[in-house]
Nanobody, 119 residues
């Protein structure tokens, strides 16, 4: 069973930075892609950033230029560097891993980590 555990969340002032980490119990190159999603209060879950096995990335328009997703295959870890944080970034952030089709569940999820941006 795949387990994903997020860390690095917390309280930060507007304009500050945080780096989130997601540790996978499986080799991250077992997955076709990994990503970060978030759910803000009263809003639907949205994709924040995604990275493929080959390293291709994509981002939500709201975070382009501020957030960077990266990975360390040797550490089975994916990161989300968040700069210039805004109050609207406040949300629970979830790590996601997508296995190849037919190899199990469509998605694996971590339990989430809270990010709060407030003065």
């Amino acid at each position: 069973q795949v387990q994903l555990v997020e860390s690095g969340g917390g309280l930060v002032q507007p304009g500050g930075s945080l780096r989130l980490s997601c540790l996978s119990s499986e080799s991250i190159f077992s997955f076709t892609a990994m990503g970060w999603y978030r759910r803000a209060p009263g809003k639907e879950r949205e994709l924040v950033a995604r990275i493929t096995t080959a390293g291709a990335t994509n981002y939500a328009d709201s975070v382009k230029g501020r957030f960077t997703i990266s990975k360390d295959n040797a550490k089975n870890t994916v990161y989300l560097q968040m700069n210039s944080l805004k109050p609207d970034d406040t949300a629970v952030y979830y790590c996601n891993a997508k296995p190849p089709l037919g190899w199990g569940p469509l998605d694996y999820w971590g339990p989430g980590t809270q990010v709060t941006v407030s003065s």
